[in-house]
């Protein structure tokens, strides 16, 4: 199957109450986890590119390992760009097959993001290509951009008819509280369910984005820390509190912490305890196996997409 844009996989998640997994993808083994694991439940996929993994596996490699996921499966799955800063960024990957692309200019004033964002619709619209916008900033890192709790915000709920609006963007990311990264709260996890409910009041039917959805999986810090690692703290967001977020207006759920997480607690107790092995194939084989089981389950009791491809 050709790689499909969000359009119909976000009308349907929005009407059923689920909400579809967007998963960072950076080599083979990643994307072969994810997408084993939504064959397998046939569930339809988000696989998501930074410009950070753009640049470490680069856009062809990526590109036809994400092809080569589509044909295998036969899934419906949607190639996107996460977190794109600028509009020539946006422009390679459009030109270059993507489906869909994140214009991330929640850094910038409202006036400039408004525009930067419209430029970029109205480039990827004359290709058929879909366009997230980002209103709000998370903390957290991502890439080289160390954002932090002082210059994160909420995303005003006031903003988002007139941004929608004047964009033509076709999901929104909003922050209500998630962070990127495995350190998402140093106190209790809280998320602002009502700034939720007041955007999604006032975008009836449009698709709502949740970035920084990873709940940092005690199992997997748990190894790293046991076999050499140092990761004290760590903490996500509850899956009770992401389930709620599927069921209403949020549409996407972005996943990368997790997926790290689960690949290196398990490369790290394989090698501990198998400390003459070399051969990166004895070591990926049951990363990419944690991988899998880890997105099953994302897909089935967090998301509720299984059975929806
Ligand atoms: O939101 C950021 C994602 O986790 C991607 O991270 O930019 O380090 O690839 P990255
Ligand atoms: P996590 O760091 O919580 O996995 O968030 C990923 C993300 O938002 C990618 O855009
Ligand atoms: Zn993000």
């Known amino acids: 199957m ?11 998640a929005y009407e059923g109450g689920y909400a579809i997994g967007a998963f960072n993808v950076n080599n083979m083994e990643i994307i072969q986890g994810i997408t084993e694991a939504a064959k397998e439940v046939n569930a339809p996929l988000i696989l998501q590119v930074s410009a950070g993994a753009r640049k470490y596996a680069n856009h062809t490699y990526l590109m036809i390992l994400v092809e080569a996921a589509a044909i295998d499966t036969q899934l419906p799955i949607c190639l996107h760009l996460d977190h794109g800063d600028s509009f020539e960024i ?23 993001n408004i525009k930067l964002t419209k430029q970029v619709v109205d480039y990827a619209h004359d290709h058929g290509v879909v366009v997230e916008g980002e209103l709000g ?14 210059e ?10 007139e941004f929608v609006a004047r964009t033509g963007v076709d999901s929104l990311a909003v922050a209500i509280g998630t962070s990127h990264g495995a350190y998402k709260f140093k106190g209790e ?19 709502i984005v949740l970035h920084g959805a990873s709940s940092v999986i005690p199992e997997f810090v748990e190894k790293i820390n046991k076999y050499g690692g140092n990761m004290p703290g760590a903490r996500g967001v509850p899956e009770d509190m992401l389930r709620k ?65």
């Open 137 to 150: 900033r998370l903390a957290g890192v991502e890439d080289d951009i160390n954002v932090s709790e002082e």
């Open 189 to 207: 996890p809280e998320l602002r369910f009502d700034i939720l409910e007041e955007i999604a009041r006032r975008l009836p039917g449009f698709p």
């Open 90 to 112: 946006c422009k390679a990957c459009i030109d270059g097959g993507f489906t869909s692309v994140m214009i991330d200019g929640s850094h910038l004033p409202f006036e400039e």
């Open 152 to 161: 994160s915000s909420y995303t005003k709920p006031e903003e988002v008819e």
């Open 245 to 309: 977020a599927a069921r209403s207006a949020v549409c996407k759920i972005n996943i990368d912490s997790d997926l790290r997480l689960a690949m290196t607690g398990t490369i790290r107790e394989y090698l501990a305890q198998h400390p003459d092995h070399f051969d990166p194939r004895q070591y990926l084989r049951p990363a990419r196996e944690a991988i899998k089981e880890l997105v099953k389950h994302k897909l089935i009791h967090v998301l509720g997409c299984d059975g929806k491809a």
């Open 2 to 12: 050709p790689l499909v844009t969000t359009k119909e996989m976000f009308k349907k």
